[in-house]
């Protein structure tokens, strides 16, 4: 696997420290998903799930631009998935192509950092979650947080592919 993450700093200031790791979990998926076919990132992990590889890069563009556009930067952007059900992100990735859903992904990637250098770490966003505001700060936390996550099942649907593992 390829692996071009650069490690977070040990010491930094709190903006610095936050980028850093949101930048460093989003290339462990990209390392996760490295050197595989598109037969292999469309595999499915074990039912009832429907989670793949491709479904995971899908699902992390549309966190992005949910999180970055729509809630910080008050955008109104469509979702990127709109098949009937709350997770077409991951279930349709049968005939969905690898190659646009890691460009869309790059792409939200790219423009969540640009909007995220712009605003201060106490902007506050445009949209409530759940009835509640939240801060910048916050969404980057809970980005490492999802991120972390799903590349904790990167992993495993990695392993179970070719048997790679790693941090």
Request: aromatic share 6%; proline share 5%; hydrophobic share 40%.
């Amino acid at each position: 696997m390829t692996d071009n993450r650069i490690s977070p700093p040990y010491i930094a200031d709190e903006r610095t420290m936050l980028t850093n790791f949101l930048d460093w979990h989003r290339e462990t998926l990209a390392v996760k998903c490295a050197g595989l076919s598109e037969e292999q990132l469309r595999a499915r992990s074990v039912p009832p799930s429907t989670m793949s590889l491709l479904g995971l890069v899908r699902h992390m563009a549309h966190v992005e631009r949910v999180w970055f556009r729509r809630v910080l930067n008050g955008e109104d952007v469509p979702l990127l998935y709109k098949t009937p059900g709350p997770d077409s992100d991951f279930d349709d990735v049968d005939t969905a192509s690898t190659e646009e859903a890691f460009a869309t992904w790059r792409a939200e990637v790219a423009l969540a950092r640009e909007l995220s250098a712009e605003v201060p770490l106490d902007a506050i966003g445009k949209q409530q979650r759940h009835g509640q505001d939240c801060s910048h700060r916050w969404i980057l936390v809970h980005m490492i947080e999802e991120y972390a996550r799903h590349n904790g099942h990167a992993d495993l649907l990695r392993e179970r592919i070719d048997g790679a593992t790693g941090e």
